[in-house]
């Protein structure tokens, strides 16, 4: 595999290995699909990634897969506690913000 910067490092993987429960034998490893979906973001190359990567077909399955399960999500919020931690805050935020914004519509209704 070649190394790109968005590449997991090995203290890395082993945070977020510690979130799936999946230790089943595969042709690619699950690193090597994170490795693909960090490389996706950073870039924006829309799913077409590099041939050192697993096909974009199956990095996609897994994204969406992880998406749809929450493991994305627990993935954030286990970064996020512990960039607080490391930050000397509370792991859980205590405030949030939501900025909305209203829109004119310009059609009559009917």
Excluded at 69 to 82: A, P, S, Y
Excluded at 98 to 106: A, G, H, P, T
Aim: net charge positive.
């Amino acid at each position: 595999m070649k190394h790109y910067s968005t590449n997991l490092t090995d203290s890395q993987w082993v945070l977020l290995s510690g979130i799936l429960s999946d230790n089943r034998k595969r042709k690619h490893s699950l690193r090597d699909i994170f490795n693909a979906i960090f490389y996706l973001l950073k870039t924006g190359c829309q799913w077409r990634i590099p041939g050192c990567f697993p096909n974009w077909e199956l990095v996609y399955y897994y994204f969406t897969k992880w998406k749809n399960n929450g493991v994305i999500e627990q993935i954030h919020e286990l970064l996020r506690d512990k960039i607080r931690k490391k930050a000397g805050k509370n792991e859980s935020p205590s405030l949030a913000c939501i900025d909305s914004q209203s829109v004119k519509n310009n059609q009559i209704g009917r």
